[in-house]
Structures are given as structure tokens and as C-alpha cells.
């Protein structure tokens, strides 16, 4: 019987000692929330600032899953019209991707001249050509921007501690990979597709 | 899909009610006029229960952390003993080579000077073989020892509570540990969640700010 007493105890003690850690992992798993709010000031906003629902992505250029999310992104931008405001934030992973940092950087210098979102759209339209610069100088000319200034300011590296800085905020909200979404704050443990991120948008409204 | 590990780990396996149930469960006993068909399962003897430790309960914070010693090179050994007197961060994780273009601990690489910042050290484990780990370390550019805990297998991680017995791999558990060797945080992510690097940064931060109180 008193085998049974100490198999009841280690019980209890496992009980009190560990289960609080899986209840907390299995049942009330929380996704981590966006540290950073957006704001207008600093945030690259594509549609209404003060849209009702906010999508958030921390992407990578050179990534082929994020290439795979960006028409995806733009299905739900389609269907949920002026409701939504899109926020891009930046999240090279530079020891797995050599051009990444500097497609942010080129997308950098030009929301310096006001066309973020041309550039941003450009870049993963030609994930392939990233490791050569002349290409996306081509479409900076195209879009009328001040090409020295653009070159300089991607050569100084000027933007790469906005970068950083959009890196580490990512990593305290708990991005896990690229691309990492945050539907109205929350991130986005679903599948990077339309219908999973209009379902999870219209859900937490 | 992500560019992160769910897409090899998405088994959404997690079992709410473990194996404690099901090996608790007191064995039913016949009485003798019930003249059942299981006449052989009858007179088997009665085995002692068993307590079979829950997959999903990671040690948890105030615990001693327990000492390893694991290959992090074919004849090179890492101890968790090497590293008193600073925090470490231990990483338990399913398999090397998830096919995708970032994972969890590609993340950690480029975290690592904020775990520097800490004086952290961070120390990976999975099951697979040292060959193995060598080989990923390099294609993902690790830059802290990736430990195989083969042989016996898994049973570091089954120390920490952090084994799945019936896949046969380590769960995706997380352990920040004190200059002390005591355990101040612990995380297991459910199944196919890679947890990111935001708790251990702030396990981190929050035994910076305990340690001067402690002192005074």
C-alpha cells in the first residue's frame, strides 16, 4: 500500500511542478502579438491608414515563400478593398539569403523619394534578377527617381539600421520565419494563402 | 506556406489527454461468476502500474537543470557543467533538414549577438547523428554547437521531458537556464509552432533585472 502512496505523491508533485507548463502549451496556446504598433510615421502603409483591419507582413525579398505569399497578399487587398491596410516590414534573413539585405535596401531608398511600393512590388515580381543591381536601378530611372541619390543611399548603406531595427522589432513579436503575418496584431500561425488570411481578417475584426 | 519549419512538423498530434490516463486506468477484475469469453486474459498475472512520464510536461522553472554530456563534434563533448556561471539557452528540437529556407535555428543564428548580449550560450539538441548535425550546421550557418543526443537515444531530451516517444523525436522545447544551473523558463510549442526567439529574449531580460535584487 505504500507503494501506492508514493505513486499518488510523485503524482501530485508532477502535477503541481510541471502541469501548469503544459497546460499552458497544449490548451492555452496564445500566438504572439505585433510589439510594434503601426504607425503612419515610420510603417510602409499600402491603403487607408486607418483602415479596420490590418495586415502586417515581415517578409524578405529573396525569399521564395514570401515570392509565393506576394500575389496571395494582393488577392486579399483585392477582395477586402479599403477595409484593409497592408504594412511590410522588413526581415532579411542575410546568412541564408546574400541579396536580401540589399533588395531592402533598394526598396528603402526609394520610399526615400516616395515610391516604396512600386519598388516593393517590383522586387518580387523579379525575385530572379535580385543579384543584379542594374536591374532594379533600370526601374528606379523608369520611375523617375533621382538614380544618383538612389545609388548613393544604397551604397552608404543608409537604410540598413531601419532594417535592423524592423528585424529586431520582428523578432520580439515572435516572427519565426519568412514571411511571418500578423492579422490585426495577432500572428498568423495559418498557411500564407488568400483564404486562410481573409478568414483570419475577418474573424478578429 | 511558410518559410519556417510547419510544413514538415504540421502533425497536429498533440495529445491533451496523455498517456497518463490510459496506463492509470486500473485494470479491471472479473468477479468469479462472470464467466466471460477472455478466460486467458483473466488469468494473466496483474503487472504494477506504471507511470509513464507525460510527453507534453517540460521541466519546469526553479528545477535543477540536469547535466548532459553530448558529442558536438565526432570526438569533441559539450557539458551543460562547461557553461556555469553564465546563462544558457537550450534549444531542443525535432529533425536536421526540414525542407524549407529558414527554420528555427537559422533564426537563432542571426539572433545570436542579442543572446551574446546576455552572455548566453545557446546549445541545440536533436536526436540525429553527429554527421548529420555537421552537415546542417554548415548548409544553415550555425554558429553554436548543434549536440546529438543518439545513443541512447533521446535520453537527454527525455530527462527534460522534452521526447516523443512514439515518433521517436525530440519535442521543440525550449530552456533558458541560470549562471546557477537552475531553470528560470521553459517552453514547449505545440505541435508544427516554431516559437521564434521573443521568450527566450525575454526569459533573458527578466533574470537580468531579478539577478541584482537577488544579490542585495
Redesign the interface.
Known sequence: MSGTTTVARKRTARKTLLEPTSRETAEKYQAPRLEIPVTAERDHIEGPVNASLTLVEYGDYQCPYCGAAYPEVKKVQKELGSELRFVFRNFPLTNMHEHAMNAAETAEAASAQGKFWPMHDFLYEHQATLGDSSVALGYAKKLGLDTQRFEREVAQHMYQKRIKDDFMGGVRSGVNGTPTFYVNGVRHDEDAIAKALIEALSHTK | ??????SLHGRRT???KTSLTQTGKRRRMRKPENKGAARSRRQQPLKA?K?VK?V?????P??TAPNFSLNSTPDQKVSLNDFRGQPVILAFYPADWSP?????L??Y???MP?FKKFNAELLAISVDNIWSHLAFAKD??LNFPVLADFEPKGSISKKY?AYKEKIGESARALFVIDDKGVIRW?????DG???????I?SALENMNKAQPAEKN
Not at chain 2, 507534453?56 to 519546469?60: A, E, I, K, T
Open positions: 506556406m511558410l518559410c519556417n519549419v510547419i498533440f495529445p491533451l502500474k507511470i507525460k507534453d510536461s517540460v521541466l519546469g526553479g528545477k524549407v529556407c529558414t527554420d528555427q537559422s533564426l543564428a542571426m539572433v542579442e544553415r550557418k521531458g521553459s517552453h514547449l510549442s505545440p509552432i516554431n516559437p521564434g526567439a521573443d521568450g529574449l
